[in-house]
């Protein structure tokens, strides 16, 4: 059974997911791929306080997402 793509915003803390898309602009896209983030990669959400931040762990570094960053990022669980 496939499961559906969710936004960022709506994934527990320490659960593990994997990047589906980003429905976002170049900008955004430019700048995830510089923080390291791209399709297809795994990581595990630290903290997710809504409205304010998700804090993630992506490739043994810690990243901070706004709220409105992690809104446009889509992932599915592990």
Do not use: D, Y
């Not at 960022?8 to 900008?27: A, F, N, P, W, Y």
């Amino acid at each position: 059974m496939a499961q559906e793509a969710t936004p960022l915003t709506m994934i527990s803390e320490g659960k593990e997911v994997i990047l589906l898309s980003v429905e976002g602009g170049l900008g955004l896209r430019s700048r995830l791929t510089a923080m390291g983030l791209k399709e297809g990669m795994k990581f595990k959400v630290l903290n997710n306080h809504k409205p304010g931040p998700c804090i993630i762990l992506a490739g043994g570094t810690r990243l901070v997402l706004g709220h409105g960053m992690a809104q446009k990022i889509f992932v599915k669980k592990v």
